[in-house]
């Protein structure tokens, strides 16, 4: 099997403890990753000055693939978003979140979602200031958000697409147009348009106002089965889904463009419980998978979240955030003799 170059950011607080038991289970499948491992955000900042030095920069360019654990960003000042950044540099216009139930039995059952994020636009574009009055140097503050007609075929495309190869039977355009009749009437308009000429009749479209969407998604989220919105309300909308199938623990996150595309968990760093051992490593454990979906090699990605969900619901071996007495290494050793049994 021919090895696939990959950048491999550990992260910070938790971000090792649950990459370490990430790299167990994919050497347990025979993955075909060849890493280069490299640093970001605080242990950039640490090692090399920078939360994004220039040689992992490289390596990405490199390898135009990687697998990232969580990466500490500071609230209010300090150092811009690596995250953002990174997706940035490598204009990763797609960020893929996809919510299935792995352990049943909570407030909410048997879901299966996906929401796609335009990641590049709308109002994370950073354009942001302050107007003094008086003495007040912060008195206002301004943001402008843009939203352009290519950006928001490329995202639409792109879900619409994901969509029909994964079997979906329809896509779900979120939008505030009846308030931001620009900002985000454009990307209603775009869908619509985009629908006629292209995916009507392989595939329903629908559209709703965000604020109602996230009413129907506590209500019955199993109305829904491919979302897909701007920046602002897919990190929201994002996070609302993984809610419903047990938190940002249970949540992978793909950040995908033309020449790159980054996997990660979607959870913060956690250093309150860094190097303690209580890490639940799933949701990166599942970005691995779409990682080896990313590569073609779906049969290990199938494999892996198979052995996941026979480990938390046959072996019943769950970390702590899940109900259960597992430390991260004790999970990571029943999932490797689940890997290794042909689960």
């Not at 198979?306 to 004790?330: H, I, P, Y």
Request: hydrophobic share 45%.
């Amino acid at each position: 099997m021919s090895k696939i170059p990959a950048t491999l950011i550990p992260g910070d607080g938790i971000g090792p403890e649950i990459v370490d038991a990430t790299l167990a289970a994919l050497d347990a499948l025979g993955a075909p990753f060849e890493w280069d491992r490299q640093v970001a955000g605080l242990e950039g900042v640490k090692t090399a000055n920078d939360p994004l030095p220039p040689a992992t920069l490289a390596s990405i360019r490199r390898t135009r693939l990687a697998l990232k654990g969580p990466l500490e960003t500071p609230s209010g000042g300090g150092y811009r978003s690596s995250n953002v950044r990174l997706r940035e540099e490598f204009k990763l216009f797609a960020n893929l979140r996809p919510a299935k139930t792995i352990i049943p039995g909570g407030r909410y059952d048997n879901i299966d979602l996906v929401v796609v994020r335009e990641n590049l636009e709308g109002l994370y574009i950073g354009h942001e200031h302050y107007v003094q009055i008086d003495d007040d140097p912060h008195a206002v503050a301004m943001a402008t958000g843009i939203n352009t007609r290519a950006g928001c075929r490329h995202i639409l495309d792109y879900a619409f697409e994901h969509a029909i190869a994964l079997g979906r039977k329809k896509v779900t355009i979120v939008h505030k147009a009846n308030i931001m009749k620009a900002l985000t009437g454009i990307f209603k308009e775009t869908a619509e348009q985009l629908y006629e000429e292209k995916y009507k009749g392989r595939i329903q479209m629908d559209t709703i106002i965000v604020d109602a969407c996230a009413m129907k998604l506590v209500l019955n989220p199993w109305q829904f089965d491919v979302l897909v919105t701007t920046n602002l309300f897919g990190d929201i909308l994002s996070d609302l889904v993984a809610g419903l199938v047990g938190g940002l623990g249970m949540a992978p996150g793909a950040n995908i463009g033309a020449d790159a595309a980054i996997f990660e968990a979607v959870h913060g760093s956690a250093p309150d419980i860094a190097g303690q051992g209580k890490a639940n490593p799933t949701a990166l454990l599942l970005a691995a998978a779409l990682m080896l979906d990313h590569v073609k090699r779906q049969d290990l990605g199938d494999r892996l979240r198979r052995a996941v969900d026979q480990t938390l619901n046959l072996d019943q071996v769950r970390t702590g955030d899940l109900g259960g007495k597992a430390s991260t290494s004790e999970f990571t050793r029943a999932l490797v003799a689940r890997i290794q049994a042909g689960g």
